[in-house]
Structure formats: structure tokens, C-alpha cells
């Protein structure tokens, strides 16, 4: 972009911060003139990761209106908890953010594990918090993939798939599957690490760092993308709090709110690891905090490696716990307590829970409220996606809709999310 | 600060704003507070108590909470799945004293812990409660997501349109009494 274009009246330079609007804080109302045409950008484009629908004003091709449209993929989940039992929602949660799938699951089994009171052996926090980092780099590696996509450079979402598929394959190797994976239980995880976990695993963490110095080599010294993504949705620390920012997207904005560092659940304050943050809260440090934020998961996941204690990966609780299968042919009360479980479910203490963990696109929550019986009375989740999408207009307008692909695209939504 | 000191730092500030009210189990300080006091209570958090996040606005539909339905296999005419409540309760739970409940959780994001706060609002349907968008412009979102979805008006939003299902849907999902299980068609009500 030359200096002539951004002196263009209308236009805003480059890096300065974005405003609240004044009427609906998520929608910019076209001013009134001529020559202004009105378009949609999406449903379907692949910029936007998925459905979402903006309605642009543009004039020339600069953004003067926009107000966003969600809600192609609702499918009603939190309707669907409250029709399951506690216990066959595990599998809806992964499917909401589908790309990290983990953080999900532990939201929503973290909310049922606070109402039931179930102790989480040790042993089953360190499992989970492998796996939440594991899904962390799962997640942050198609960002960055896709966010290279949308300007044109294919080759690095080729290279960011090749270690996305390393961070599947271990998945499937101890779950079974590559996604969506209903690992962790109520009171702990599925089953013990399989034997051989520990050397690909360790074999993963070897590599992964010269694959991120890699992919910085290739982004941060890359003139195109720099400037493409330097100083465009530019948002303040205080701005971004107000619009509920959360995760990388806060981080990249100065705050150093990490809820893995402020608010520690699984054993994340036994961990050593450094909160990524940025300066301007622009498109280019969004994407280089989820970069770096990587190193550190593989930080964490060496940590995970090294230090895991020995010890039941499930807690021993036949009420709310799921039997051990070899137990079923021998164990009568067994067969009786997998029975009951799987039909009937168990019942929850009446009350109200809200359980937040740090899903890769931020503070992903799960309210929960039960009347005491075998099904959820209502589940809410607070999809950081959904949250996120709504400074697209404030950080979109009056920039140029080549821009708005790239503010869309450091936001970081998944729409799956986003609708539920 | 415990829910005890919350609600008295909140009493010396607004007062008649809290509702004494039984809580069930719950994991955060929550307050109860009275519809009209809501503004000024979600100011003061703001301002004086640094609440400055507001994590997720949550509306709950409490019809039938707590009623015993017709046990694990549902009524005589097979599982009804249009019945309100869930497969039975065995203890007697605490009956709230409206239809809804508007629930907000707030959170500090800056130095030190979030220190959670949850602030819930009890509703008659039909009753307005006032937005929050001028205090967390975040909940512009979140509100029309409960509009849309319990059918729940936010009085003075500046934009209070459904969001997540299509504009011209009747009907809000989240409801208890909203028809779940297919369509009526000709024959669904034949025995």
C-alpha cells in the first residue's frame, strides 16, 4: 500500500486503534451518500472460516458499513445437553469449536465434575493438560495455515498441516481418533496412555520448535505479509476488555490475561510457561503471539512428559464413573453400574456452576445449572469465537476490504462455535 | 471477597438493590438482584470493584424446575419429549420465584485472579430488564443471543434483533415449553 492510497479521504491510516460505535457496538451503519453499494461477504467464502455473512458497505473499496450475520451452523447444542443426560453430552462439547475440540470438553466435564464434587486424581490433570496443549498447537497451527491461505501463500498451510497430522496421529493413539474425541471423563480420562505414547510424543516435542522457527522464518521475514497484516484491526488493551476479548486476541493487545496463569485449573500453576503478549493489538501480533504461544504448549507438553506422576487416570467412583470394561464379565454390581449409567445417568446436586478454561481462541466458559436430576436444566456456553466476531465492524471500517479478510481472519473464529 | 461483603459493599452503595434469596450449590459469589437496581449495581461492579470483563450473559427458563415428571420411560404414550423437566428429581429442590433468570458473569481481567461475580435477576415472562450494553459493550452479542433464544427483551439495546435463528423464526428455542421431537403433523396426536 503506497502513501497516496492511505491519505485517501475515508480511509484511516494504518495502526490507528479502532472505536467503539456509538449505536450497536458490533454493527457500523453506512453513512448516507451516493455511489455506495452493499454487498455480502460470505456465507460461504473461505476467509471466514466457516459460515459467516457480513453485509459490507463499501464505497470504492473502502468499508463504510458492516454488520455481521451468524447463526448458518446453529444446531441448537445447548438444547440438546438439556434433552441427554450428563453423561452423553461429553460427545456434543468437542463438536462446537472443532478445532479445539479438548478445551470444550473440558469446560463442560469441569462444570459437572464441580456440581458432582468428584476428585480428579493426579495423575488424569496431567493427562488433560497434555492434551489441552497438544490441542492448543492443533488449533493455532490451522490458524496459521489458513491465515496464509487467505493471502494467497498456499505452501505454509502445507507445512502446517504435515505437524497438525503429527498432533492427530498422537491423538489417535491414545484415543482412538483423530478429533472429537470424548477423552476425558467425568472424575478423570478414558483409559492410561498407551505404551509407546511417551517417545512419539517426545519425538513431537524434539521437532516441533525448529518447525515453529520455521514457520516464524517464513511469516515474520516475509515483506507481503507484514504488510498485509501490520497495523490493520488495530484494537487498545482497555477496548479490547470492554468488547470481551479473550486469549490470544486480549494477549496481542497487551493484556496479559491468561486464565492457565490468573485463574489456574488443572495443574497449570505447577507448570513453568511465559504469557505471550503483544504491543499494538494489531492483525501481525495476534498472529505472532499464537505463534510463539506454541513453544510454549510445547514447553508445557515436555513438562506434562517429564513430571507425570504414576497413579489411576479415573477416580474411583462407581456412581458416576463408568466401570472398567474387562470388570463387566465377572462383576455382577459392575454390569449393574454400567447399566444404570448409560440408561439412566446419575443425578447432579441442584445448583449453579460456570466453569471457564483457556480454549486456544480464549476464555471458553460452561454455565450449568441443574434441578437435581439425570439431565442438564440448562447448559450455556460462552463461546469466545461468538465474542470475538463482534469487534469485526469496529476493526474493519474505514480500512479496505482486501483489510476486513485479514481482520476476519486474525480473529481466529470458528463459526461452529460461534452459532453452537 | 465473599458473597457476604460483596452484597454489603453493594447494599452501602445501592441500596434495595439484593434480594435475600436461598442459593443451591454454587461456585462463585452471586448476588440476586432486583430488575430496577441492575444498572446501577453492573456501574458500581464496573467502576468501584473493577469488574470490568463480562464473561457471558445467561438466560434460564425455570418452568417446571424441579417438578417430578413422569420417571425414565416418559408417559403412557412412550418418552414424551415435549414434557418440561428432566428424569425426575429426588430431593426438593428450591423453586424460583419467577419464570426467568437472567444471569451475568463478571470477571476482572488485570492484575491478580478474575474474582468471579454472578449476578442473577429474577423475571416474570413478559417482564423488560434493562441492557448492560451501555456498561459492557460485549453484551450486545450475548443479549440478542438470549433474546433470540428464551425471548428475553433487553430494554434499550440498541439493536435487539434475533441472531442465531433466522429472522423471521417464531418461537424462541431455549424455552421449556418450546416443541422439541418433529413438527406436528396430521397424525402426531393420534393414539
Known sequence: MSTTEQQRPGVVPLGSPARIPSGAPSKIDPPPGEDLITINFGPNHPSTHGVLRLIVTLDGEVVVGLDADIGYVHTGFEKNFEQKTYWKGIPYAPRMDYLGFFANELAYVGAVEKLIGIEVPERAKWIRTLFAELNRIHSHLIFLGTSGVELGAISLFFYCLRERDKVLDLFEMVTGVRMHDRYPQFGGVLEDLPKGFYGEARKFCDEMPHRIDEYLDLVAGNPIWEDRYKGIGTIDGPTAIAMGLSGPNLRASGVPYDLRRSEPYLIYDQLEFDVITGRKGDAWDRLICRTKEMYESVRIIEQCLDSMPAGPVIADDRKHVLPPRHELHTSMESLIHHFKLVTEGFRVPPGQVYCTVESPRGEFGCYLVSDGGAKPWRVHFRAPSFVSLQSTAMMAVNRYIADLIVVVGSLDGVMGEADR | MNAAELAEAVAARVPEALED??????????????????????????????????????????LGYGEPVAGYFGTERGRDLNAVGSWGSPETVEQPPTRFAVVYHLAHVGEGPPARVRLQVFLEDGEEIASVVPVWPTA????????????????????LKRLLMPSDWAGHPLRKDYPIGGEPVQFTDAR
Open chain 2, 21 to 62: 434469596r436461598p442459593q443451591g450449590l454454587v461456585d462463585m459469589p452471586t448476588l440476586t438482584v432486583r430488575k430496577d437496581s441492575l444498572l446501577d449495581v453492573c456501574r458500581f461492579m464496573r467502576d468501584d470493584l473493577g469488574k470490568n470483563f463480562l464473561s457471558a450473559v445467561t438466560a434460564v427458563d425455570f
Open chain 2, 140 to 159: 450486545d452479542w450475548h443479549e440478542r443471543e438470549q433474546f433470540d433464544m428464551v425471548g428475553i427483551v433487553f430494554s434499550g439495546h440498541p439493536n
